[in-house]
Nanobody, 124 residues
Framework: QERLVQSGGGLVHSGGSLRLSCAASGFTLEHFAIGWFRQAPGKVREGVVCISSSDRSTFFVDSVEGRFTISRDNVKNTVYLQMNSLKPEDTAVYYC?????????????????WGEGTLVTVSS
């Protein structure tokens, strides 16, 4: 069974950092583009960042540009979202997912596999 298993998250003060992990089970993550999404209370889910399967392409939503980074460890079959300088408005449930890519560029169009979500709470 193909799954994405998330870990990390929690409560942090404004300005702090967290790292989220997204580990693949049942398939090889390096063959896929990966996206991170978040859904804040009362808001629609939005794409935060994606990385292509080649790692040559990444896209960040403007609100996290310069604060969040995405990386992958193919040995551990895991993608990471490093979140620095966190703000209260970053509070949300964060999800990873396999996403479509075209011409080497990732997108926020989800293929078929979602992680279970992890809550990030940033206090002011």
């Amino acid at each position: 069974q193909e799954r994405l298993v998330q870990s990390g998250g929690g409560l942090v003060h404004s300005g702090g950092s967290l790292r989220l992990s997204c580990a693949a089970s049942g398939f090889t993550l390096e063959h896929f583009a990966i996206g991170w999404f978040r859904q804040a209370p009362g808001k629609v889910r939005e794409g935060v960042v994606c990385i292509s399967s080649s790692d040559r392409s990444t896209f960040f939503v403007d609100s996290v540009e310069g604060r969040f980074t995405i990386s992958r460890d193919n040995v551990k079959n895991t993608v990471y979202l490093q979140m620095n300088s966190l703000k209260p408005e970053d509070t949300a449930v964060y999800y990873c997912a396999t996403v479509h890519e075209a011409v080497g560029e990732c997108s926020y169009f989800v293929r078929d596999t979602w992680g279970e979500g992890t809550l990030v709470t940033v206090s002011s």
